[in-house]
């Protein structure tokens, strides 16, 4: 599985793009390393010590969000609705029509409210991930493109 020939641009970039994917997604350096080194018939100790002396340089600003990508994937979510907005509406609406329960209402229409502005803010953290996984892809095309 060892080669003693030089690393080409196109490795460093599969490298790069390998590790940077997996710590994204939460898994080691290491693993990334395997997984290069299978593809590239290199062992795990070339890839990482490649990495580790010239590629990473190269990636700081790439590798530094991915981990925060990373982070904000193992922050803990809110809890998983069952109910729909709309059957928060109905219920409600039952009940006024019962004429059951004022404060019960008064309490639900909050609910309602806190789940709309939890709605809004993931969508506001959705689209800054969006946003950041754009910004990676652009910098490993910028790098393609330098390779060529």
């Known amino acids: 599985m060892t080669r003693q020939d030089a690393w080409t641009e196109e490795e460093d970039v599969l490298l790069a793009e390998t590790v940077i994917a997996f710590v994204r ?7 990334a390393f395997e997984e290069v080194g299978k593809k590239l018939s290199r062992t795990a100790a070339a ?26 994937k193992k ?6 609705r069952n109910m729909t907005l709309q059957d928060v509406i109905s219920f409600l609406q039952t009940l006024q029509q019962r004429g059951e329960g004022q404060q019960e209402i008064e309490q639900l229409r909050e609910q309602v409210r806190t789940l709309q502005k939890e709605k809004e803010e993931l969508e506001k953290q959705l689209q800054a991930v ?15 493109q330098l390779s060529v």
């Open 25 to 31: 997604e939460g898994s080691t350096q290491l693993r």
């Open 47 to 72: 890839c990482g010590f490649r990495w580790n002396a010239y590629v990473r340089k190269q990636y700081e600003e790439a590798l530094e969000l991915a981990k925060q990508q990373r982070k904000k």
């Open 75 to 80: 922050e803990p979510q809110p809890a998983e």
């Open 130 to 144: 969006q946003q950041e996984y754009q910004t990676v892809m652009h910098i490993l095309e910028r790098a393609r």
